[in-house]
């Protein structure tokens, strides 16, 4: 894989990294967010950097759950396998912002989303 660009990794010489547990595939989408952010990327530029569309990028940080993602939480939950980020605290706040983004995006896509007809609606 050609990543000279985008896989360098800035924060190599930092002393203080902060680790994050990941419960499911939508954890994921801040963190990719706020180091990309953190880097001053943009996110068209990551994308090509990283050989992947701008669509799709969009989706990692949106926490677009795909059947891979969700396959693979699934396995790790069932053997007991923790996924754990160590990201640097440069991170940190972005990943705040992030997360909050995330969450207000998260409920409005429920709210428009219809109610199932429960037994009394039948």
């Keep these: ?3 000279q660009r985008i896989c360098r990794n ?7 990294i902060m680790r994050i547990e990941l419960d499911s595939a939508d954890d994921i989408g801040p ?9 001053s990327i943009r996110q068209d530029d990551a994308a090509g950097s990283i050989g992947v569309s701008e669509s799709f990028m969009g989706k990692v ?4 759950e795909t059947l891979q993602w969700g396959k693979l939480f699934q396995v ?3 053997l007991g396998v923790r996924v754990i980020l160590d990201v640097p605290d440069e991170v940190a706040g972005q990943l ?5 983004l995330h969450a207000r995006r998260q409920s409005a896509k429920a709210a428009r989303r219809p109610k199932a007809a429960g037994p009394e609606d039948r």
């Design 31 to 39: 963190v990719v967010r706020a180091s990309r952010k953190a880097q």
């Design 10 to 16: 800035p924060f190599e010489h930092k002393d203080s």
């Design 61 to 64: 940080e949106s926490g677009g």
């Design 96 to 100: 705040a912002a992030a997360r909050q």
């Design 76 to 78: 790790l939950e069932g």
């Design 1 to 3: 894989m050609n990543c």
